[in-house]
């Protein structure tokens, strides 16, 4: 497999792999043709694969659907005509961008429709999005994109207006809250898509948007603003008593989740910026939230915490320095 390999000067082992899968794919698709002309094999584009070849050509196009992943800073378009001209000609898009274990609103749902309308006029045959399920934080991006499916025709504003319906007369304050939050993210992936290299590794979002989200744009100040629109629209119709149980119940739900986004952030923010006690407060801070709101706002914190995920640093280090505190406390 080595000797297919194509690679540039300095480049690592296993970085472009993508030539000796598209060899792969070629010797299967010219067998499985000799027995049925029309067979249709099915492959992803995706990992250290996910480039167009450098010097292998797909040969038998019109038999190869292909899967194709790429990462939400990447330009998937050009890399879609890449393929083509290396030799694609049916794909679905299956990209992992629901597959997030971020607790901070990311604000990418309108970039998730358009770029599922741009990948549909150009040919897109399907859909596979991988994702995380029960994650309030991402509730928006899955209706979004599960509304664009259902009715492609659906304007992004009509359906920001259903999805807004169910807080009844709050409607506007939680398209106002979402809205802010865009301005954040679009804004974070602009920046990100000018600093992405021409071919790099997969940027897995589930490991790197956490530590790049501290760096880039997010603040403690940002996030407080966000949720004080939903604190004056529950304070607003409480008074009015406007809303039925449940556009309350999802209007308060969706104050916690903005809460949470502070206290995850206080948290990371902390770790190798503050002292040891701090790191240490406001982590059994965030920790002593989850649990009092384990039924409001369930996750699958298992993932959430390991250690080849976002929060997974964190806590390692949040591990070290509690120990290293009890150790000068005289404790075990």
Same mark, same amino acid.
């Given at each position: 497999?080595?000797?297919?390999?194509?690679? +540039?000067?300095?480049?690592?082992?296993?970085?472009? &792999? =993508?030539?000796?899968?598209?060899?792969?794919?070629?010797?299967?698709?010219? @067998?499985?043709?000799?027995?049925?002309?029309?067979?249709?094999?099915?492959? *992803?584009?995706?990992?250290?694969?996910? *480039?167009?070849?450098?010097?292998?050509?797909?040969? /038998?196009?019109?038999?190869?659907?292909?899967?194709? #992943?790429?990462?939400?800073?990447?330009?998937?378009? %050009?890399?879609?005509?890449?393929?083509?001209?290396?030799?694609?000609?049916?794909? /679905?898009?299956?990209?992992?961008?629901?597959?997030?274990?971020?607790?901070?609103?990311?604000?990418?749902?309108? /970039?998730?429709?358009?770029?599922?309308?741009?990948?549909?006029?150009?040919?897109?045959?399907?859909?596979? *999005?991988?994702?995380?399920?029960?994650?309030?934080?991402?509730?928006?991006?899955?209706? #979004?994109?599960?509304?664009?499916?259902?009715?492609?025709?659906?304007?992004?504003?009509?359906?920001?207006?259903? !999805?807004?319906?169910? !807080?009844?007369?709050?409607?506007?304050?939680?398209?106002?809250?979402?809205?802010?939050?865009?301005?954040? $993210?679009?804004?974070?992936?602009?920046?990100?898509? +000018?600093?992405?290299?021409?071919?790099?590794?997969?940027?897995?979002?589930?490991?790197?948007?956490?530590?790049?989200?501290?760096?880039?744009?997010?603040?403690?100040?940002?996030?407080?603003?966000?949720?004080?629109?939903? =604190?004056?629209?529950?304070?607003?119709?409480?008074? %009015? $008593?406007?809303?039925?149980?449940?556009?309350?119940?999802?209007?308060?739900?969706?104050?916690?989740?903005?809460?949470?986004?502070?206290? =995850?952030?206080?948290?990371?923010?902390?770790?190798?910026?503050?002292?040891?006690?701090? #790191?240490?407060?406001?982590?059994?801070?965030?920790?002593?939230?989850?649990?009092?709101?384990?039924?409001?706002?369930?996750?699958? !914190?298992?993932?959430?915490?390991?250690?080849?995920?976002?929060? $997974?640093? !964190?806590?390692?280090?949040?591990?070290?320095?509690? @120990? %290293? &505190?009890? +150790? @000068? @406390?005289?404790?075990?």
């Amino acid at each position: 497999c080595r000797a297919l390999d194509v690679l +540039k000067e300095g480049e690592k082992p296993y970085t472009h &792999l =993508t030539d000796r899968y598209v060899n792969l794919w070629n010797r299967i698709a010219r @067998k499985a043709r000799a027995i049925r002309p029309d067979v249709m094999l099915t492959t *992803y584009i995706y990992s250290a694969y996910r *480039y167009p070849p450098r010097r292998e050509r797909i040969e /038998f196009g019109e038999n190869m659907l292909c899967g194709f #992943v790429c990462g939400p800073t990447e330009d998937a378009m %050009a890399m879609i005509r890449a393929w083509e001209a290396a030799g694609m000609r049916h794909f /679905f898009f299956r990209p992992n961008y629901l597959h997030t274990l971020a607790c901070i609103p990311r604000g990418y749902e309108r /970039f998730f429709y358009d770029q599922f309308h741009e990948m549909l006029d150009h040919g897109m045959l399907g859909t596979d *999005y991988d994702a995380n399920d029960d994650r309030r934080v991402s509730a928006l991006e899955f209706y #979004v994109l599960a509304r664009a499916f259902a009715d492609p025709t659906a304007s992004f504003d009509a359906i920001m207006d259903d !999805y807004a319906s169910g !807080y009844g007369a709050a409607a506007d304050a939680v398209k106002a809250y979402y809205a802010e939050i865009r301005k954040v $993210g679009e804004a974070q992936r602009d920046r990100r898509m +000018k600093e992405q290299a021409a071919e790099s590794e997969m940027d897995y979002i589930m490991r790197k948007e956490f530590p790049r989200d501290l760096e880039d744009g997010r603040s403690e100040e940002e996030l407080r603003a966000k949720k004080a629109i939903l =604190t004056e629209a529950l304070s607003k119709h409480r008074a %009015a $008593g406007d809303l039925d149980g449940r556009e309350l119940a999802r209007l308060e739900n969706l104050e916690l989740q903005a809460e949470h986004a502070i206290l =995850t952030y206080r948290f990371m923010s902390a770790v190798k910026a503050l002292p040891p006690e701090e #790191v240490v407060a406001r982590g059994d801070a965030l920790n002593a939230f989850r649990v009092a709101h384990k039924e409001d706002l369930p996750d699958i !914190y298992a993932h959430v915490y390991a250690l080849s995920r976002p929060e $997974g640093r !964190y806590w390692s280090e949040y591990n070290r320095q509690r @120990k %290293a &505190l009890l +150790k @000068k @406390k005289g404790g075990k």
